[in-house]
């Protein structure tokens, strides 16, 4: 005579057992489905290959690394996305790019100088030295103690520096895209620092090399997330899969702009966090020249504006190349980013004319534009909280139903904004599936 415990066991054998999890996870194809191969996405995969789930990563783009992306297409390197390996000390690009041999050198040594300019003008010392002033007493509050309360940094930025009313936008625009005023003070003054890399081999091509061997299934847009039943299902135009969890690692826009479908519609705290949430437009447009450096070594910035908000970064020459790429943010960035390529690089490359003269025209061979806040699949370059609203990335952080995890950069808490904070968040994720799976 067998014992019921040994019928029981005899029963529930391996492949029963199977069937039975597969009916409850509603017969998933894999453990994990990922929806976006930027910095979150791979990160993510690679964390659950590690740790024995299957993952299967859903990418709109034709390619992967989202907007950490190396363009090619002017025949010279133009970082269009990402450029900065920030915090190198504990972020996990610099121990890849190490694990991969790919070269990673600090970024001290690329300095070429600056000059400042007004609608082509040339700025004289004195108006310099006074916008230093500005910039270095704003510099010293922001790196101080954080703020009690949280209120936008240009209010900040105005109890410190009356007499300077666009100093905080000098440095919001170009460093998180947006204008000063609508941007958390605590939020920034929260975000991680330290040491900064930078790869000599393009930031794109290292995200690339890491995704080599993943399952990633390109141009494959997710439009609906069921999560009504015990698993999730996903809607591709190449069919639905089921997945026992999901790792959402679209940018805070294009969760908002209702590309993807939630069923049931996500709960409020999410609506909440997102609420809260913004991007900024940080935009690069590359410029590329033939047959003269105007005299200007590799690295060189100049900085040109002719009304507040119209601030260009213009750096020349990037690694020695023949690229001038200009850098922009804020609504001004938006206006140019939605006049086309065409039109957009026409325009910067006018500006670049009133600084250089018209023999820039004659040795100018050809713009591209990184429109990000155009692109359907970014809307903006990176997270931004708003005034007040510091609190909301932790809240996108948290799971929802236990199956549905948000692990873009916007929900990386101090490292938000970066492709670091990105990965990290992909791993936080795989961490917390790891428990519930
Ligand atoms: C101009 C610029 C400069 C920057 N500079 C730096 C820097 O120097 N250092 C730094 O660390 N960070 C920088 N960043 C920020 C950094 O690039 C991002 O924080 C990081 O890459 C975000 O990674 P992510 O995986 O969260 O999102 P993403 O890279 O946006 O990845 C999400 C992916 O989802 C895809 N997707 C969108 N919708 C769908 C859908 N419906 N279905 C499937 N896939 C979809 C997108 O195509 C994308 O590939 C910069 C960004 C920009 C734009």
Same mark, same amino acid.
């Given at each position: 005579?067998?014992?019921?415990?040994?019928?029981? /066991?005899?029963?529930?054998? *391996?492949?029963?057992?199977?069937?039975?999890?597969?009916?409850?996870?509603?017969?998933?194809?894999?453990?994990?489905?990922?929806?976006?191969?930027?910095?979150?996405? $791979?990160?993510?995969?690679?964390?659950?290959?590690?740790?024995?789930?299957? !993952?299967?990563?859903?990418?709109?783009?034709?390619?992967?690394?989202?907007?950490?992306?190396?363009?090619? =297409?002017?025949? =010279?390197?133009?970082?269009?996305?990402?450029?900065? $390996?920030?915090?190198?000390?504990?972020?996990?690009?610099?121990?890849?790019? +190490?694990?991969?041999?790919?070269?990673?050198?600090?970024?001290?040594?690329?300095?070429?100088?600056?000059?400042?300019?007004?609608?082509?003008?040339?700025?004289?010392?004195?108006?310099?030295?006074?916008?230093?002033?500005?910039?270095?007493?704003?510099?010293?509050?922001?790196?101080?103690?954080?703020?009690?309360?949280?209120?936008?940094?240009?209010?900040?930025?105005?109890?410190?520096?009356?007499?300077?009313?666009?100093?905080?936008?000098?440095?919001?625009?170009?460093?998180?895209?947006?204008?000063?005023?609508?941007?958390?003070?605590?939020?920034?003054?929260?975000?991680?620092?330290?040491?900064?890399?930078?790869?000599?081999?393009?930031?794109?091509?290292?995200?690339?090399?890491?995704?080599?061997?993943?399952?990633? !299934?390109?141009?494959?847009?997710?439009?609906?997330?069921?999560?009504?039943?015990?698993?999730?299902?996903?809607?591709?135009?190449?069919?639905?899969?089921?997945?026992?969890?999901?790792?959402?690692?679209?940018?805070?826009?294009?969760?908002?702009?209702?590309?993807? %479908?939630?069923?049931?519609?996500?709960?409020?705290?999410?609506?909440?966090?997102?609420?809260?949430?913004?991007?900024?437009?940080?935009?690069?447009?590359?410029?590329?020249?033939?047959?003269?450096?105007?005299?200007?070594?590799?690295?060189?910035?100049?900085?040109?504006?002719?009304?507040?908000?119209?601030?260009?970064?213009?750096?020349?020459?990037?690694?020695?190349?023949?690229?001038?790429?200009?850098?922009?943010?804020?609504?001004?960035?938006?206006?140019?980013?939605?006049?086309?390529?065409?039109?957009?690089?026409?325009?910067?490359?006018?500006?670049?004319?009133?600084?250089?003269?018209?023999?820039?025209? +004659?040795?100018?061979?050809?713009?591209?534009? !990184?429109?990000?806040?155009?692109?359907?699949?970014?809307?903006?370059?990176?997270?931004?909280? +708003?005034?007040?609203? /510091?609190?909301? %990335?932790?809240?996108?952080?948290?799971?929802?139903?236990?199956?549905?995890?948000?692990?873009?950069?916007?929900? *990386?808490?101090?490292?938000?904004?970066?492709?670091?904070?990105?990965?990290? /968040?992909? /791993?936080? *994720?795989?961490?917390?599936?790891? +428990?519930?799976?």
């Amino acid at each position: 005579m067998i014992s019921r415990r040994a019928v029981l /066991a005899g029963t529930l054998s *391996a492949p029963f057992v199977a069937n039975i999890a597969a009916r409850a996870q509603g017969a998933a194809d894999i453990d994990v489905a990922i929806i976006g191969a930027g910095a979150a996405g $791979i990160h993510a995969a690679r964390q659950a290959r590690a740790a024995g789930l299957t !993952a299967r990563i859903f990418e709109a783009r034709s390619r992967v690394g989202g907007r950490v992306f190396t363009d090619t =297409s002017l025949g =010279s390197d133009f970082e269009a996305g990402a450029f900065y $390996i920030h915090w190198a000390e504990t972020n996990p690009w610099a121990e890849i790019a +190490k694990s991969l041999q790919i070269e990673a050198i600090s970024d001290s040594g690329l300095w070429g100088g600056f000059d400042v300019f007004s609608n082509g003008r040339r700025l004289t010392g004195e108006e310099r030295s006074r916008r230093r002033g500005g910039f270095w007493r704003l510099a010293n509050v922001l790196d101080g103690e954080p703020t009690a309360m949280d209120m936008s940094f240009g209010e900040a930025a105005r109890r410190v520096s009356p007499d300077q009313p666009d100093a905080a936008s000098g440095m919001t625009l170009l460093s998180l895209g947006e204008d000063a005023d609508r941007v958390s003070i605590r939020d920034y003054q929260r975000l991680d620092s330290g040491e900064d890399l930078v790869l000599p081999g393009g930031y794109g091509r290292l995200l690339a090399r890491y995704a080599e061997g993943l399952d990633i !299934a390109l141009a494959t847009p997710v439009t609906a997330v069921d999560y009504t039943g015990p698993g999730i299902r996903l809607e591709t135009p190449r069919g639905t899969v089921r997945a026992r969890a999901v790792i959402v690692t679209v940018s805070v826009n294009v969760l908002k702009s209702g590309a993807i %479908r939630f069923t049931p519609e996500l709960p409020a705290g999410t609506r909440r966090a997102l609420e809260g949430l913004g991007m900024g437009a940080l935009t690069k447009l590359a410029l590329r020249f033939e047959a003269t450096k105007f005299g200007q070594t590799p690295w060189t910035q100049f900085f040109d504006s002719s009304r507040p908000g119209d601030l260009v970064n213009f750096e020349f020459w990037p690694w020695g190349n023949d690229l001038v790429v200009a850098h922009f943010g804020g609504d001004y960035a938006r206006g140019v980013a939605a006049m086309g390529e065409a039109a957009a690089v026409d325009h910067m490359l006018a500006r670049l004319v009133a600084i250089l003269g018209e023999d820039a025209r +004659k040795a100018f061979r050809g713009g591209r534009l !990184a429109g990000w806040s155009a692109d359907p699949l970014a809307l903006g370059c990176y997270s931004i909280a +708003k005034p007040g609203e /510091a609190d909301q %990335r932790d809240a996108l952080a948290q799971p929802v139903a236990n199956r549905l995890w948000f692990a873009g950069e916007a929900s *990386a808490g101090a490292g938000s904004m970066t492709a670091g904070g990105a990965a990290l /968040a992909g /791993a936080r *994720a795989i961490a917390m599936i790891r +428990k519930v799976l």
